[in-house]
């Protein structure tokens, strides 16, 4: 057997023919702004690609160059003017924790990528909507890589818990992925194995209102990995030991989000779906985010 | 000339003789709560500290023993419990981002240290009061500071901007510290440069309704040094080269944070004042925010 290769790219055209027709729909422009402190650097080349992505479905893209001063009193302008419609700040601004100031500094109503703490909140506790019924945002690559496992029949038609049953293994619990998707996918039914340099935690699932409980554990990854319906990486350590075809289930769905290979090639040979990378589809859930604040906004 | 020491345990006393009256005619039990994860360690001391020093002006403390997988749903069942009317969380929790995430989760009206964003933001914008003329708190350490420093003498008689005029080098622009006094003594009129590991910024005054703004700067240490009216440091770092006398104007106040020894011996030499630790004033000004948020709750 060979694994099915998922392509993120290929999975994303859907999103975008749909994004682009509700776009096409509206009566005024809708506007994303990104601030960009640096002048080189892979944030530029994000900004970039942001640009494209955001033409290609008519989203009007407004890049505003900032110094690392000036992107306080930016942000909080941009929060208070009605024709900014989303907002994208390409860290690191200071590198320092005040990075973490700005992020929250950002109205979550503007917030794109759902990182703001009150969409984690929303998340950890398996709220779903807010202000009477608005659906909450999620943040874009934990979101991405749940389209792309219902891409590769990860998931159950259970409507309510399509994840119910499934065992899945992470590997990274930052707070930006491994930490959002473990809860994502227990509020789904998972039971989720979460690891990270500090050791495992399991994330399982306590129904539709609760969500779920994180609990310690002392499984090992051999246990976790042999049992595990899904396996998903985001390790960016040249010195992470690959995850190998004898380690996992025959069938098992296989994806990968860091930018460096996590899986031995001979776990192809093994998986029933392998989903190499996620970014285009993260990119596009960010205007899918983009797209449904505005549609979402007073 | 040798300078005056200030003593911050007896700076702190009349403070806590005032709490202390203030607590005591109070009609129902002010209750502090600390969350403690660790079971050895640095936390377990400061929490000690913080029993006695709660019993002292007649705060009753609640030491609640967490896991860390306990200390999120913990730190909400409190923000909702209305006999508890102060939180310490005692950090480190998981030692990694997540903390973060615990920090802004605590109810800003019963975060006695003062870190939540909610007041970052009111410290950053100047914006000294809340719901409707509430005085906002000020974290802890920075607020200690500012106290010790009228003690040894520093600040003018001008009540609107008490550091008008007045220039102010700091070692130190972490974000539970150096920033926010930076930023406060600004606010108060002072020119403050700001030094840290990533170089120097200045945060200038612009009135009483702005509050300052920050500003690259290429002033070097020796430069800002020899103009300073106040030099205040807080540097973890062994290898941080000691602010010694030929640095410093005559008659200069000089105020350590760190635990270690920041300043050369002979910097007393030419100081009117020195403040050599803060410590029992922050845990003093922590109580003095307890009260406060116990007397503007709802």
Redesign the interface.
Known sequence: MTARIIDPAEVARAYRDGIRGEVAALESPLTLVGFLSEDGGPSRTYASYTRKGCEDVGIRFDLRKV?R?QA?AAIEAANEDPDVHGMLVYYPV?????D??LR??VEPRKDIEGLH?FW??CL?GNRRTYDDGKKAILPCTPLAILKLLDAAGASTTDADQPYAGKRVVIFN???VVG?PLASMLANDGAEVTSFDI?GP?RFVPRGTEVGHA???TSVTRGEALSAADVVITGVPSRSFALVAAHELRPGVVAVNFSTLKNFADDAKEVASSFVPRVGPMTATMARRNTLRLYLDRD
């Open positions: 110094t001063l306080e200071f590198g320092t924790q005040q973490t100031y929250d500094l703490s984690a909140r950890y619990r930052s707070e930490r500090d935690l994180v609990e310690e």
